[in-house]
């Protein structure tokens, strides 16, 4: 078989062959999803070995500060590869080489080359490899091709059967732990902690583990852990600080601090305290990877951090000559962090909340802190293709059981959605914020950028 377009391709990744609930839930003694990622990787003549590589995982904040070390790793002359999951809008986001997506065509040739491999995992006791699957090891193929120095892999799902395990990573960087994934994972942060940090026990040792994790029950598992791998582990707040935080609608400027150097006044394009502290391990990480060859400097540092960008994370656009904030929070700590920062920076708008919860996450408190923070909300739905199956959108009916307001609407649509929140911010003069869900910021992105005018703040 042989795919034609991109749009074909995309079809053909997205078809229920591929697309199914994650393995986590059905694995056993008996039954390991790692190992059909592995044989399909052989299949690939083991790309994941052709190249060194920082993984990143962690609970929150992982796909910024993938986003970020890969920025900085570009900056300081390397030819990095950096993939996330999910995506945004487009599934080129996945494949990236010095901040610079995979053309159409280059993917669909990616994906034809890998169709044999494909086909022949049909015939295997292991079966058909999943679409996250499909998805990694392109981007593996697709660094070891191009000879990268160094790839930023974001973890996909945390725990023991993640993809990203195949990889021998030079530091592994745990951003931190709460609850998210629950009937995954665990359904306690302890349980998270454990399933989370199951990669630290095998890393090797010439490896180095830096976390942004605070709670000193969940450093405890974690220094298990690295005691067991005999790998070194660096505590943000310990071997690491922050100082003299500000923020504003432009941006973050902090003081980065470790035991050895101070780099004041750092300016970061992005928004919010987390995102500091995101920025902190990846400053951590390319400082640790000094030690293993790669130079860089205060000056290139600072330069990648004030120019990265990163949609969907407190991304804030004028609409129609209204303010609308579009972030991906989908657990109860992001959306806490986010939340106070909307609080901060706009303590006098109204506030008209539209919001999608992806099926698995804690939608329920989720909407309780919303409501504490929002003066009308608008809960809707959206449909799309994610790692772990398709539409799995929590529906406008589920949600209208959270939401006990004269101020809530739902919208069946995110076009009347849209129309509603528009409507009221015009009428209150107030700002529209999109939320919940990294999959209705990428469709609601993508739908006002199509139909609508989307502008940078000034």
């Not at 039954?31 to 059909?36: A, F, G, T």
């Not at 292991?126 to 193929?141: D, Q, R």
């Not at 990648?304 to 990163?310: D, T």
């Not at 003069?429 to 000034?458: A, F, P």
Request: proline fraction near 2%; hydrophobic fraction near 40%; charged fraction near 25%.
């Amino acid at each position: 078989m042989r795919l034609g377009s991109f749009a074909e391709t995309i079809s053909y990744l997205e078809s229920d062959l591929f697309i199914r609930p994650s393995d986590f839930e059905s694995a056993s003694k008996d039954k390991n999803p790692l190992d059909r990622f592995i044989y399909f990787l052989s299949l690939l003549d083991n790309p994941q070995k052709k190249f060194k590589s920082v993984v990143v995982s962690g609970t929150s904040g992982k796909g910024s500060t993938t986003i970020m070390l890969a920025s900085m790793l570009t900056k300081a002359g390397y030819k990095t590869g950096q993939t996330i999951s999910p995506h945004l809008e487009k599934v080129t986001e996945r494949l990236v080489i010095n901040n610079t997506q995979i053309s159409d065509n280059n993917f669909v040739v990616l994906i034809n080359s890998m169709v044999p491999a494909i086909e022949k995992m049909k015939e295997s006791i292991f079966g058909l490899p999943s679409y996250f699957e499909i998805l990694l090891a392109a981007a593996f193929v697709y660094f070891a091709s191009e000879k990268v120095d160094i790839a930023v892999v974001e973890v996909g799902l945390e725990g023991k059967y993640d993809g990203t395990n195949v990889l021998e990573p030079l530091a592994f960087v745990l951003t931190n732990i709460s609850l998210d994934h629950t009937t995954i994972l665990g359904e306690t942060v302890e349980k998270i902690a454990q399933e989370a940090t199951d990669r630290i026990s095998y890393l090797p040792k010439e490896s180095i583990v830096i976390t942004g994790e605070t709670d000193a029950n969940i450093k405890k598992i974690i220094q298990e852990k690295c005691s067991l791998s005999q790998t070194t582990c660096l505590y943000y707040e310990k071997d690491f600080f922050v100082e003299d935080e500000k923020i504003n609608k432009k941006g973050s400027l902090f003081t980065y601090k470790n035991q050895e150097i101070t780099f004041y006044n750092i300016a970061l394009s992005l928004i919010g305290k987390y995102q500091i502290e995101n920025a902190a391990l990846a400053v951590t990480t390319i400082l640790q990877l000094k030690r293993k060859g790669f130079k860089t400097s205060e000056l290139l540092i600072k330069h990648a951090l004030k120019l990265v960008s990163i949609p969907g994370r407190f991304e804030i656009r004028k609409w129609q000559n209204k303010t609308i904030i579009l972030d991906g929070a989908h657990n109860i700590a992001k959306m806490q962090s986010f939340l106070q920062e909307i609080t901060n920076l706009f303590p006098k708008e109204k506030k008209i909340f539209i919001v999608a919860f992806t099926k698995g996450h804690d939608a329920k408190n989720m909407m309780t802190q919303i409501a504490k923070k929002a003066d009308f909300i608008i809960a809707t739905e959206y449909s799309a293709t994610t790692d772990l199956g398709k539409n799995r959108s929590v529906s406008v009916a589920a949600l209208q059981q959270f939401i006990h307001s004269q101020y809530a609407f739902t919208a069946i649509s995110l076009e009347e959605a849209v129309e509603k929140a528009y409507a009221i911010a015009k009428q209150q003069n107030g700002i529209i914020v999109v939320t919940g869900s990294l999959y209705l910021v990428g469709k609601l992105r993508e739908y006002l950028y199509s139909v609508h005018s989307l502008k940078q703040t000034e």
